[in-house]
C-alpha cells in the first residue's frame, strides 16, 4: 500500500448534546476547544491523521448546517472532501456516502473512519496503532474496530464482547473476534462486562479496505448500500448534492456497529492502548481534566472559590468573574445565553430540568 | 408654611456594596431597578416626594461619578440641585453642604432629607407622614427622625431608642425624645432592643426646618457647619466646585446621626407605620420579594428551576435561560461580568470570597 492509497472517513456531523449548555446545536462538541487546548476537537483530530495520511486523502462527513464551520476550522481539507449531509442517519449512510464516493476516484484505498470529538492521549501510540492497522486491512478481508480496555463500568460507552478463542496477532498488537456489540449498559451490567475481563470499549474507530466494506454493506445493508452505489456518476458533479438529498430522504438511520460490524464474520475487534476518552459527557470532562487541591475542575478565570469541592466551574466568558461558595459535586456552567447549576452527576440537561419545561428550551438547543 | 418653602434633599451618593455583583461601584444600588419595578430606587424616590414636593425644591447630592446617571435618570431636576460632593464624608457634610446652599436661596425653608435607596411601601401613609412632620417642624425647634416599629431583630439597621416619658402627639402621629443611636447590633442585642418595645429602626429619613438644623450643625460640628457657610458667596457659581472640593479634601467623614442628632437635646422621633426596608442585603430583598411555591425569589425569565428552594435565582441578562437543579438556601447572582453562587445567608460578598484573594476583586467593584 502506498501513501496515496491511505485515507481517512471523519465523520463530524453529531449534535452533541451531551455537552449542552456549552455545545449546541449550531456549535456541537467537535468544534469546541472544551479542554481548552486552544484547538476543537476536529481539529485535534485532523491534525492527528495528518501525520499518517496525506491531507488531501482525509475526508469529512458533517451536516449541510456546520459546512462553514468546517471550511474555517480546517482549511486545509479540500472542500470536494467535505461531504454534507442532508438529514441525520446515523454511521451507516455516512460511511457509505463517503465509501462510494472515494471508491469512484480510489478503488485501492484502505480507509480508517474515526469520530471527531474524541480524546486521544499518548497519540504515537495511538499513530502506531492505526497504522499497524491499515497495513493488514490493506491486504486482508477484514473489518477492524479499535477496543479500548476498559477501566471502569461507564455506562455512557458501547461495549465489544470479544472472542479470546478467535485470535490473531498483528505486529504485536492483538486482534479479536467480535461476539457481540452493547450499547450504553445499565450499571449492573457493565459492571458483569468490565470484571468478566472479555469486553472493550467501543471507540467508534474502524479500518478497512474499500473493497471489503462495500461488499459487506452490500450484503446486510443492501438498500442503503445500492443508494450510494448508484450515485457513481454524480458524485464530483454539480448533480451530487441533489442525488444525495434524495437518498437521504428516503433511507432510514442505522449505526454501521448494528447494521455491519455485529453481522458480519469478518469483524475483528484491536486491543488499543493510547489514552481514549469520548468525553460525551460533564463526568468524563471532570475526569480527564486537572483538578486543584480540593478536586474541582475550574475553567474560569479569573475564579474566587471557597469551601467548594468536586465541582466543575466553567464560564466561555473570559473576563467574568466567578465567585463560588459552599457547593459540593456541583457544575456551574455559564455560557452567553444559558447558566447551568445542577449535579455533577446528572448524565445530561435533560435530567436537570423538568419534562415539562423541556419544550421552552428549544431556542437554546 | 407655603408649598415653595418645602425642600427635599436627597442623599444619593452611597456605593452599596453590599448588593454585589448586582450594585458596583459605577452603579450603586440607588440606580438600579433591583426589585423589577421599571423605575431605579432613585427614580422611586423622586417621583414620591414630587406628588408632595414642587420639583424645583428637590435637591440631589451625589458623587460627581454619578452626575451623568442623576441627569439620564431624573432629568426634571434642576441642574442647580444636583450637588457633587468630590469625596465620600458620610452624611453630616452631605446635609450641611445641601443645607448652607439652600439656605443662600431660602431661608424660610423647611426640609425632608431622604435616602435614595430605600425601599417604601403603603405610599400614603408615608406622605401623610411626611407632610405632618414638615408642618410641625416648619414652626417648630426640633430635629425629627422617621422611626420604623421594629418586625425583626435585624442586625443590619441603625436603631434609636425612645423616651417614652417625653412624648408629643402630630396630628395622630406619635413622636417621642431619644436617648440612644444604636448602628447595627449584634444579634443577641437587636433582640434585647426588639423586645424592649422602646427601640424603632433608624430610616435615615429627617425632617426640619433650616434654621434649626443650621443652629444644631453649628453647636456640635461647628468645624464642617462653619465651612460649608462660610461658602455661602461661592453657591450657584462657578466657584463652587473649586471651593467645595477644599471643603471636603480637609473634613472628616461623620454621619448626621452621630454628629448632631444623638448629641442635640432637640432629637424627637417620630413613629412611622408606613413599610419600609433599606434592602441592604440579599436577605432583605429576598424577604420582600415574590416567591413561588418553592419559597424561590426567581428573577430571570427565562427559567427552568427544579428541586430548587429558597433560593434567589437573579440574572441581569433579559435572554438567559437560567436551569437550576438541586440548589436549597442559594443566591445566583449572574452578572455580565461577576457569578456569584453562595448560600443566600451570606451577609454581604465579603464573606463569600476568601480574605487573601479580594484584591483580585478590585476591577469588579
Redesign the interface.
Known sequence: MTDSDKYCIIMAGGIGSRFW?LSRNATPKQFLDILGTGRSFLQETCSRFEQIIPVENIIIVTAERYKDLVKSQVPQIMEENILLEPHRRNTAPCIAYATYKLFKKNPNATIVVSPSDHLITNENIFLETIVRAMNYAANHDVLFTLGIKPTRPETAYGYIQTNKAEKINIEGYEAFGVKTFTEKPDADLAKVFVDSGEFLWNSGIFIWNIRTIMNELESYLPEIANSFKDGTDFYYTDEEARYIKGIYEACNGISIDYGVMERTGKSLVMEATFGWSDLGTWHSLYVQSHKDEKDNVIMAE?A?I?ETESSIIL?T?K?????????DGYM?I?T????????RN?TS?KD???DL?VH??NK?Q
Open positions: 449548555p479569573p474566587l471557597d464560564t466568558n473576563e467574568k468573574l466567578m465567585v463560588v461558595k459552599e457547593l456551574v455559564d452567553p445565553d444559558v447558566l447551568l447549576i445542577c449535579r446528572e440537561f436537570a430540568v423538568t419545561a421552552e428550551l437554546y
